[in-house]
């Protein structure tokens, strides 16, 4: 079955500068590749995500980038803010009506600080 | 968009005593949903897969006769949590999968159910 690995597990950088969260995935056969964002005893909120039939995708501030060769994907925040303060997590899975179930990297803590 | 509710958002139960968990998609039919659960500071993980109309589908180490699940109808699945006691105590998770655009399938999440057994 997939296996995702997230990378770093923690990240703290100063208000404006940039933030990046790597992952790995294991199962050539997945196509579909989300992040999002969990507050503090909320659900997890999708900020952008990415198909295997795309290399790159931005949303303002924030880009997603695929290597499906290299079976990995990464999350880039620009000019990060300090409620960008959060726990990332990234996803995969297979994307279809069947659908299989994503499955999720352990996550990352984000904090910005002013 | 897309909108998945759960109901309760907060569920505080004795132990040997037995909850429900209503997942449901507000405006979009679901063939598929999944239960996740998370434990503090820890990532999401997925326990069952929910199909319409047929039993769910468990994943290794998950107890199907503890964490009973039902997909009656395409906008609705419900967990059970039978006989609860304290180490079930965590934040559950459902999502559904649904078509956009005619065309495209997305999952979709609800806003979780904490529950905590005393």
């Known amino acids: 079955g997939e296996n995702v690995e997230q990378h770093p597990s923690t990240l703290s950088v100063q208000e404006g500068d940039s933030a990046v969260i790597k992952c790995t995935y294991s199962?050539?056969?997945?196509?579909?590749f989300p992040w999002y964002k969990q507050e503090l005893g909320k659900g997890p909120q999708l900020i952008i995500d990415?198909?295997?039939?795309?290399g790159e995708k931005k949303d303002q501030r924030i880009a997603v980038t695929l290597n499906k060769t290299a079976k990995h994907f990464s999350l880039h925040i620009t000019e990060t803010q300090p409620e960008d303060s959060a726990v990332y997590f990234c996803?995969?899975?297979?994307?279809?009506?069947?659908?299989?179930?994503?499955?999720f990297g352990k996550g990352t803590t984000l904090s910005v600080s002013s | 968009g897309a909108v998945v509710s759960q109901h309760p958002s907060r569920v505080i139960c004795k132990s040997g005593t037995s909850v429900k968990i209503e997942c449901r998609s507000l405006?979009?039919?679901?063939?598929?949903m999944f239960w996740y659960r998370q434990f503090p500071k820890q990532s999401l993980m997925l326990m069952a897969t929910?199909?319409?109309?047929?039993?769910?589908?468990?994943e290794q180490g998950v107890e199907k006769d503890k964490f009973l699940i039902n997909h009656a109808s395409l906008t609705l699945s419900t967990l059970t949590v039978t006989s609860a006691h304290p180490e079930d105590s965590s934040f559950y998770i459902c999502?559904?999968?649904?078509?956009?655009?005619?065309?495209?399938?997305?999952?979709?999440f609800g806003p979780g159910t904490r529950l905590t057994v005393t």
């Open positions: 999502s559904a999968i649904g078509v956009t655009s005619g065309v495209t399938y997305e999952q979709y």
């Open positions: 199962d050539s056969a997945s196509n579909y």
């Open positions: 990415i198909r295997s039939n795309v």
């Open positions: 996803a995969a899975s297979l994307l279809n009506q069947a659908g299989t179930a994503l499955i």
């Open positions: 405006d979009f039919q679901a063939t598929t």
């Open positions: 929910s199909n319409e109309g047929s039993k769910a589908t468990y």
